[in-house]
DNA sequence: TCAGATAATGACAGCGCTGTCCCCGTTTCC
DNA sequence: GGAAACGGGGACAGCGCTGTCATTATCTGA
């Protein structure tokens, strides 16, 4: 059945293990011949190695951690959803699993964490997602341990980031200057923003493409412009505030789509009908954002790619290409749907 | 650093590395003393056993797997999410560790799969998702190898369900039967309903639940039903039969809220009010379910609780406990929000 | 009083691999 | 022709734990 070792594959390949072990591993020793009788003795035997013994006796323990936190509910998940899809995906290829794990932010024991990661598990790499990625205690615990990390859409601190990890974004600020220019060519000039976490460095820079596009760098007027924290709750009061202007904006852009689905609502409540009366636009390209209605012209980021890179990434390096410690940074794209249109 | 070992442990301690083991295992045979003894050492030299070590030499591996499949942008995937926080707080509690593995029903090879579980990752258990958890040749090929699986919301085969896992899920019946009656006890009796996918015994269940509470056993007429798969997009045909009928239904319950969000998004595109011409209701209480417009009456499962339970279920049998082989029943809730209302 | 039960612990052999070191036979090149 | 270099492969010692069995000390009851 399952019990085939690498002594069987070894015995019926009339081989030593250690040869064995070098085909398997694609190690360079190894004549074409051997190479071929070794593969096909696994194959009749149907030899898959074990886990645990690979990692016990080598340095490598090909377990990836997936490390998100923050309530369920939240449809920022979704997006840990699809970045998992990703990074399962890029797993296989190399031979890897994806392990997930949660961190409850308010008992946030991120050494518990960090000492299960390094010491039990004996992960090959992290994988963090915001808010994660930008706590600097996490940050450098794991940097301590050594543990190699990849962080998705990172707040960059100028002093540390080498220290901290590679990471994947996309280009924040020129997502946000393409959605407000595509608002302007609709014919909009009066456009609201709802700004994001000012914990998060995406936030910050939507905001500039939005600023920059519209106002070429000068101050955004005041009545434009509603706080957010890239919940869907907190888009709430932010879109009443600019929805209850005497002389509301002809179009909201919120700094992603969980905020931007917090305008709809508040607009149907208030009987404003989208998009004829208003224009609704966000950034993320949630599963969720096709199916509201009306559906949401937003900003897709290749969120699955992101997540295979940075699997990917950590693979690499496991193995031994030491790539350079920075930030990838991956193309978005404009999607629009219903939400938009001419003001009127 | 993080080298902490048994040994040192035992060094430290002053005992064999046996003894060690025994305490951090909570076996039997140690005396009170001696277990101080070495919790202290343990704790003081911030110890931490090696799964992989721990796995290779003795029977269980602290592994468990959600294997999830389906497309990415379904929005049952969040179904999946929040299974799986629940899911990691058990496996936590139990110092158990999550994996996720993914397969792609179109070319899904499911003899990989099971190898990989079975004999690369030695894992103590599966947990299977919808439709995973209902097809037979998975089922029987895991079962083949021995790994304890728990299906989410399965289907069962009265004759095979004792050799296929254990399974959790909610009542389907009962929770159609509540919902068609809130919606009766609002005034209406003419209810539409959007089937679930024919594969999944859930559909028949709810359907049925539906059927008594409205005809009580009776023929459903023709006109108020229609074929659906539980997924957005096979609601949209079936919400345009319903409503492009002259005499419409005042209100549509759908097999899911999927299924709900289309009906929603037809209604929307069709000027439909709702509530006030048309009552919409769905089941699961997706996180989308609260953000669409109107937010969808529903009702809500304990998916993180079963999420638990499935992981508890299998650490408790890895452990020694033999759990009946059937499947654990939950409570779900009515969820009333805005898209219900009596009929105008 | 002494065999036999019970409690508390240790010795030791692996689990199934990888890393390190070593060996043998051919080339290669001055 | 001989030393060095190289391609191909094996021996062997662990990695850090758990399972099994042995050992000692203490206790039990007829």
């Given at each position: 059945m399952s019990k085939a070792t690498i002594y069987d594959v070894a015995r019926v390949a009339n081989v030593s293990i250690k040869t064995v072990s070098r085909v398997l591993n694609g190690?360079?020793?190894?004549s074409p011949e051997t190479r071929a009788r070794v593969m096909e003795a696994a194959r009749s035997l149907n030899y898959k190695p074990s886990l645990s013994a690979r990692a016990l006796s080598g340095s490598r323990s090909f377990l990836i951690a997936l490390v998100s936190s923050g309530g369920?509910?939240?449809?920022?998940m979704l997006y840990v959803t699809e970045l998992q899809m990703g990074a399962i995906q890029a797993c296989r290829a190399g031979g890897y699993h994806l392990l997930t794990e949660y961190i409850d932010?308010?008992?946030?024991?991120f050494d518990a964490l960090t000492e299960t990661l390094a010491s039990?598990?004996?992960?090959d790499g992290v994988i963090l997602v915001p808010p994660l990625c930008d706590d600097p205690q996490l940050l450098s615990l794991l940097a301590e341990r050594g543990v190699t990390c990849v962080r998705i859409s990172p707040t960059l601190n100028p002093d540390q980031d080498d220290a901290w990890g590679w990471g994947v974004d996309i280009d924040n600020y020129r997502a946000a200057f393409q959605m407000t220019r595509y608002l302007m060519d609709q014919g909009h000039r009066d456009i609201g923003f709802i700004q994001g976490h000012?914990?998060?460095a995406a936030a910050a820079q939507r905001q500039a493409g939005y600023r920059d596009a519209l106002f070429d760098g000068g101050p955004i007027p005041e009545r434009l412009i509603q706080p957010g924290l890239f919940t869907f709750n907190s888009g709430l009061p932010a879109a009443r505030a600019l929805l209850g202007q005497?002389?509301?904006?002809?179009a909201i852009f919120a700094a992603n789509d969980s905020m931007a689905m917090a305008v709809l609502s508040v607009a149907y409540k208030m009987g404003?009908?989208?998009?004829?009366a208003l224009s609704v636009a966000g950034i993320d390209?949630?599963?969720a954002a096709s199916v509201v209605c009306p559906p949401l012209t937003t900003v897709r980021q290749p969120v699955m790619e992101m997540g295979a890179a940075a699997a990917r990434f950590i693979i690499d390096r496991t193995a031994?290409?030491?790539?350079?410690?920075l930030k990838q940074i991956f193309d978005h794209s404009l999607v629009v749907r219903e939400s938009t249109a001419p003001p009127a």
């Open positions: 190690e360079p020793k190894a369920v509910s939240d449809n920022a932010l308010n008992t946030s024991d039990t598990l004996r992960v000012p914990g998060h005497a002389q509301r904006p002809t404003i009908p989208v998009p004829t390209d949630l599963p031994g290409q030491v790539g350079s410690y």
